[in-house]
T-cell receptor, first 115, second 115 residues
Framework: NAGVTQTPKFQVLKTGQSMTLQCAQDMNHNSMYWYRQDPGMGLRLIYY???????DKGEVPNGYNVSRLNKREFSLRLESAAPSQTSVYFC??????????????FGQGTRLTVV | AQTVTQSQPEMSVQEAETVTLSCTYDTSESDYYLFWYKQPPSRQMILVIR????KQQNATENRFSVNFQKAAKSFSLKISDSQLGDAAMYFCAYRSPDSNYQLIWGAGTKLIIKP
């Protein structure tokens, strides 16, 4: 009963380094999201994938790229990390269908520090 | 674009008392979904309660209930008989029912329970 698995849980990067955050869900959900959470700002959407094969920018996409590898997996890549990307990152998934009110399930979050 | 506002950065309540957390949103849609999520220090996002805009009846889950005022675009959360385990960040979220599927989040309210 894994739900949404997000790795790693913690990461420290130097400015300019790259990394990929991995996210996988085993609930057969069609939609997946990447958020960042900063103090006093709630969850801000970076990118989302409404269904397998599609990705779209959210509110704060600059400096990030995503890949919806298959229905289960949705990765977030930082090509050249900057201190402004220090944050807690969450992956979420939902079974979305027009007219349904299903809840989003979240990973445990990744605390990323860029020095 | 839809927005969600939580005007109370922090609230405190005495154990066993009742507290109400405020949430307002802005949308031009007539049908949508609203959620309250809880985030304890563990960082895990936990669904507390959900409401469909087409339902006039306010949702209730045990000690948690909402006051949904569609015309006023208000969605407040009432916690009765507050317990120490209720201490957490609480986030209000909005979701459009169409194929966009984006979740829009408020900035959160930190709830402190005084023993």
């Amino acid at each position: 009963n894994a739900g949404v698995t997000q790795t790693p849980k913690f990461q420290v990067l130097k400015t300019g380094q790259s990394m990929t955050l991995q996210c996988a869900q085993d609930m057969n959900h069609n939609s997946m999201y990447w958020y960042r959470q900063d103090p006093g700002m709630g969850l801000r959407l970076i990118y989302y994938s409404a269904s397998e094969g599609t990705t779209d920018k959210g509110e704060v996409p600059n400096g990030y790229n995503v890949s919806r590898l298959n229905k289960r997996e949705f990765s977030l890549r930082l090509e050249s990390a900057a201190p402004s990307q220090t944050s807690v990152y969450f992956c979420a998934s939902v079974y979305n269908h027009v007219g349904t009110n299903t809840e989003a399930f979240f990973g445990q979050g990744t605390r990323l520090t860029v020095v | 674009a839809q927005t969600v506002t939580q005007s109370q950065p922090e609230m405190s309540v005495q154990e066993a008392e009742t507290v109400t957390l405020s949430c307002t949103y802005d949308t031009s849609e007539s049908d949508y979904y609203l959620f309250w999520y809880k985030q304890p220090p563990s960082r895990q996002m936990i669904l507390v309660i959900r409401q469909e805009a087409y339902k006039q009846q306010n949702a209730t889950e045990n000690r948690f209930s909402v006051n949904f005022q569609k015309a006023a675009k208000s969605f407040s959360l009432k916690i009765s008989d507050s317990q120490l385990g209720d201490a957490a960040m609480y986030f209000c979220a909005y979701r459009s029912p169409d194929s966009n599927y984006q979740l829009i989040w408020g900035a959160g309210t930190k709830l402190i329970i005084k023993p």
